[in-house]
């Protein structure tokens, strides 16, 4: 019999669900929630109930993309955390509504772990012709060991992983995640949210060199942004004060090519911060593969990076295709499966969590 396994994620403000049919994944519909863009950031409350419309229609979808009928399901996997609390309720309680209803198993999964798990997405035939960005895209799956540097809106990661089912926190933020020094910084410049796909497209036509930025002094493989935000945040404000302005847009009419100047220097700034510890963790701890993983692992001088460090110091180096960088069930459907091969099922009554590590 097929093992078919939809999936559910939930846990911030895209809505998505996945089918995977012996692994093969075969739908991925993801419905994204436009409400929070006037609002420069995720606004929680609007956030679940947005789910609340979206679940239904995207849950049907994903079914039909796959030609998969309910009852043919052998289990449900959802996103149980961490997220937004409000969000994630919508998911967890639509998988466990489901999973009672057809009387098949339950799966939780990690967010942070189903983004790892995006390099072992096997996209089917079928799937890839629905899909032309992945068509010709080679899609390379890390050996283990490898590490994978995690970089989301809400987690600056390196991780190590050993194994689907082991894997161990090296290092981390002690502060902003790099996604949340992207965006709040994008916001400071007037740019739109989510504001690190426009600092990727401005960087790209910018200069690094012009605004050197604060970079932290963090021991061992931690990360923080904080400190970089606030110099971000002082540079534009002594330059408003040198030229007697009080907008961002009235400054932009002084200096040519202001904010793809500040975009560049400040993406250069991130990216050397992320790769020192990534360079340091690899050579301490002796492992050559090196994955990237979340929703800034779409950062294209990020991607070009990471590859160049690889190229220089022989390792290897995994990118994940840009559709499964941002959230999406496809990653969860991917982790749901290997712990649906393990028996590793979770009881009805488990509830979803905010804040948790690997
Ligand atoms: O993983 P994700 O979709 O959501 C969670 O945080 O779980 O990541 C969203 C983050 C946002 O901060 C967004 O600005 C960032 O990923 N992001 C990017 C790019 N695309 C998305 N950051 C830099 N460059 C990009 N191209």
Redesign the pocket.
């Not at 098949?104 to 772990?113: F, R, S």
């Not at 990076?305 to 110091?313: G, T």
């Not at 559709?323 to 488990?350: E, R, V, W």
């Given at each position: 019999m097929d093992t078919i396994i939809l999936a559910i994620e939930s846990?911030?403000d895209d809505t998505s669900a996945a089918v995977i049919k012996d692994g093969l994944l075969m739908s991925n519909v993801i419905a994204s929630q436009k409400v929070h863009e006037e609002f420069g950031g995720v606004v929680p409350e609007l956030a679940s109930r947005a789910h609340q419309q979206n679940i239904m229609p995207v849950v049907d979808a994903a079914l039909k993309h796959a030609g998969v009928d309910k009852s043919e399901l052998s289990a449900i996997a959802f996103t149980r955390g961490p997220g937004l609390l409000g969000s994630l309720l919508v998911g967890t309680s639509f998988a466990k509504g489901l999973a009672l209803s057809l009387h098949i198993p339950l799966v939780e999964v990690n967010?942070l772990q189903g983004?790892i798990m995006a390099h072992f997405v096997e996209p089917s035939p079928e799937y890839i012709a629905t899909n032309p960005k992945l068509q010709g895209v080679e899609i390379r799956h890390p050996q283990f060991p490898f590490l994978c540097l995690l970089v989301?809106?809400?987690n600056s990661q390196i991780v190590k992983v050993e194994a689907y089912n082991k894997m161990e926190i090296i290092g981390q933020t002690i502060d902003d995640a790099a996604?949340?020094a992207?965006?709040k910084c994008a916001k400071v410049m007037g740019l739109p949210y989510?504001?690190?796909?426009w600092?990727?497209k401005l960087a790209k036509v910018g200069n690094p060199a012009v605004y050197p930025f604060a970079k932290p002094n963090i021991a061992g493989y931690d990360y923080s942004f904080s400190g970089l935000k606030t110099s971000f945040l002082y540079t534009l404000r002594d330059l408003m004060k040198a030229h007697n302005v009080d907008t961002v847009d009235a400054l932009a009419e002084q200096i040519p090519n202001l904010r793809e100047d500040l975009c560049a220097s400040l993406q250069t700034t991130i990216i050397d911060i992320l790769l020192r510890k990534v360079k340091k963790a690899a050579n301490d701890l002796h492992i050559t593969r090196i994955a990237v993983a979340?929703?800034?692992s779409?950062?294209?001088g990020l991607r070009d990076a990471i590859v160049d460090m690889c190229r220089r110091q022989h390792w290897e180096a995994f990118i994940p295709p840009f559709s499964f960088t941002?959230?999406n069930a496809a990653m969860i459907a991917q982790a749901g499966y290997y712990k649906f091969l393990d028996s590793d099922f979770c009881p009805i009554d488990a509830a979803p969590y905010a804040k948790t590590t690997i």
């Amino acid at each position: 019999m097929d093992t078919i396994i939809l999936a559910i994620e939930s846990s911030c403000d895209d809505t998505s669900a996945a089918v995977i049919k012996d692994g093969l994944l075969m739908s991925n519909v993801i419905a994204s929630q436009k409400v929070h863009e006037e609002f420069g950031g995720v606004v929680p409350e609007l956030a679940s109930r947005a789910h609340q419309q979206n679940i239904m229609p995207v849950v049907d979808a994903a079914l039909k993309h796959a030609g998969v009928d309910k009852s043919e399901l052998s289990a449900i996997a959802f996103t149980r955390g961490p997220g937004l609390l409000g969000s994630l309720l919508v998911g967890t309680s639509f998988a466990k509504g489901l999973a009672l209803s057809l009387h098949i198993p339950l799966v939780e999964v990690n967010h942070l772990q189903g983004h790892i798990m995006a390099h072992f997405v096997e996209p089917s035939p079928e799937y890839i012709a629905t899909n032309p960005k992945l068509q010709g895209v080679e899609i390379r799956h890390p050996q283990f060991p490898f590490l994978c540097l995690l970089v989301s809106g809400g987690n600056s990661q390196i991780v190590k992983v050993e194994a689907y089912n082991k894997m161990e926190i090296i290092g981390q933020t002690i502060d902003d995640a790099a996604g949340e020094a992207f965006d709040k910084c994008a916001k400071v410049m007037g740019l739109p949210y989510p504001g690190g796909p426009w600092i990727d497209k401005l960087a790209k036509v910018g200069n690094p060199a012009v605004y050197p930025f604060a970079k932290p002094n963090i021991a061992g493989y931690d990360y923080s942004f904080s400190g970089l935000k606030t110099s971000f945040l002082y540079t534009l404000r002594d330059l408003m004060k040198a030229h007697n302005v009080d907008t961002v847009d009235a400054l932009a009419e002084q200096i040519p090519n202001l904010r793809e100047d500040l975009c560049a220097s400040l993406q250069t700034t991130i990216i050397d911060i992320l790769l020192r510890k990534v360079k340091k963790a690899a050579n301490d701890l002796h492992i050559t593969r090196i994955a990237v993983a979340g929703g800034v692992s779409a950062n294209s001088g990020l991607r070009d990076a990471i590859v160049d460090m690889c190229r220089r110091q022989h390792w290897e180096a995994f990118i994940p295709p840009f559709s499964f960088t941002t959230d999406n069930a496809a990653m969860i459907a991917q982790a749901g499966y290997y712990k649906f091969l393990d028996s590793d099922f979770c009881p009805i009554d488990a509830a979803p969590y905010a804040k948790t590590t690997i």
